[in-house]
């Protein structure tokens, strides 16, 4: 088994059961995700009625949505992943640098 790979809770139609998958992406993308997840963040699937995948990482905390990507099911998954945490890190950084400033006052 790979060791390029992170976890995703999948929301299942019709009624939102949930299943752990696995996403195999880039080594780089790896140390990114493990650092959300270790910040409390989930990163979570689904496929929609078009057929396209919802891509999330949310903050249970503020429970929101904090970065999110919507694809074509299939091949280009892996890419919109890397984007995802990506954009996940740095709203996640924001928000830390946001909640220090708050704290400072």
């Known amino acids: 088994m790979s060791s390029n790979i992170i976890p995703f809770t999948q929301y299942l139609r019709p009624d939102g059961r949930q299943r752990d998958i696995q996403i195999e992406v880039p080594p780089q993308v790896v140390a990114d995700a493990h650092a959300l997840v270790c910040s409390g963040y989930h990163l979570e699937c689904e496929v929609l009625r078009t057929g396209e995948v919802s891509l999330t990482v949310f903050d249970p905390t503020e429970e929101e949505d904090i ?31 946001k909640e220090d400033a708050t704290d400072r006052k």
């Open 67 to 97: 970065a999110i990507e919507v694809v074509p099911n299939g091949p280009g998954v892996r890419e919109a992943v890397a984007r995802l945490i990506a954009a996940g890190l740095k709203a996640a950084e924001a928000a830390k640098e």
